[in-house]
């Protein structure tokens, strides 16, 4: 695997409080599972995405062709949930968000909107247990699935808040 997503999921465990034998529990493997995945000491594992989802971080599948597509992204939004929405805009810095397409009045105010409610939700999440952080993560999913009901869908990107102090998110709404 990567380097950089073992230091990622290592760094994250510990955010959290986590042992490697707590993790290992949760998603039932062995601990040694965990030592050896977090040491760069496997090409890959099928525990990824049981590992992301216990750690509360976001986890998308995609092929090689997907990454080097240049606008695949406002062809295929990749923000379809409220865990994604989170881990792009929670600790941001700046937010700037726009449209793709040409909306009409009444989109706008859908978009505003639906930025302040997840800026509100994502401003608290700090403060939160654990399992009121999951509330805040389905609310937010909510939230898209009653904008994607209007016909307008989100990509999002970030700058990466390993590589950079300053963390600028962008979503960018796209009609569909």
Do not use: W
């Not at 937010?95 to 302040?116: A, Q, W």
């Amino acid at each position: 695997m990567d380097p950089f997503i073992c230091n990622v999921l290592k760094r994250r465990r510990e955010e959290l409080g986590l042992s490697q034998d707590e993790l290992a529990e949760r998603i039932g493997v062995e601990s040694r599972t965990i030592r050896r995945i977090e040491n760069n000491e496997v090409k890959q594992t099928r525990y990824l995405e049981a590992i992301c989802t216990e750690l509360n971080m976001g986890f998308k599948k995609s092929s090689v062709a997907d990454i080097e597509s240049k606008y695949m992204a406002f062809t295929f939004p990749n923000v379809t949930n409220g865990l994604e929405l989170a881990h792009l805009l929670y600790q941001s810095d700046y937010l700037d968000y726009y449209s793709k397409d040409e909306l009409d009045i009444e989109e706008n105010l859908t978009v505003d909107r639906f930025v302040e409610k997840c800026s509100e939700m994502i401003s608290i999440i700090d403060h939160l247990e654990v399992a009121d952080r999951r509330t805040i993560v389905n609310c937010l999913t909510n939230e898209i699935t009653t904008l994607n009901k209007t016909g307008l869908f989100i990509y999002g990107s970030c700058n990466d808040l390993l590589i950079n102090d300053f963390k600028f998110t962008e979503l960018v709404f796209i009609k569909m």
